[in-house]
């Protein structure tokens, strides 16, 4: 059976492409890691990434406020702070 693409209409006025390709630096030892684990469970990373944004996105401010404060206590300060 063959598979049905998935259109998504956007509206004309709009000038943003539909994707767009970033690139973010993260600690080599701590991505390989992601990136074993995820070949290890058969998931694409970036299928993972993407639901990790939603998920923060979609996420109230206390969930947001739990996730910065675990990374915190796991990692340190390492954002910015000018």
């Not at 973010?24 to 694409?44: K, P």
């Not at 299928?47 to 990790?52: H, P």
């Not at 206390?62 to 996730?67: L, V």
């Given at each position: 059976?063959?598979?049905k693409s998935i259109?998504t209409?956007?509206?004309?006025?709009s000038g943003?492409?539909?994707t767009?390709?970033?690139t973010?630096?993260?600690?080599?030892e701590?991505?390989?890691?992601?990136e074993?684990?995820?070949?290890?469970?058969l998931?694409?990373?970036?299928?993972v990434?993407?639901?990790?944004?939603l998920?923060?996105?979609?996420?109230?401010?206390?969930?947001?406020?739990?996730?910065?404060?675990r990374?915190?206590?796991?990692?340190?300060?390492?954002g910015s702070?000018?």
């Amino acid at each position: 059976m063959a598979k049905k693409s998935i259109k998504t209409k956007v509206p004309a006025s709009s000038g943003k492409p539909l994707t767009s390709q970033r690139t973010y630096r993260f600690n080599t030892e701590l991505f390989e890691s992601f990136e074993e684990d995820c070949a290890r469970h058969l998931a694409n990373p970036k299928l993972v990434l993407e639901a990790l944004i939603l998920y923060w996105l979609e996420g109230d401010s206390k969930t947001r406020s739990a996730i910065a404060m675990r990374h915190r206590q796991r990692f340190g300060n390492t954002g910015s702070e000018d």
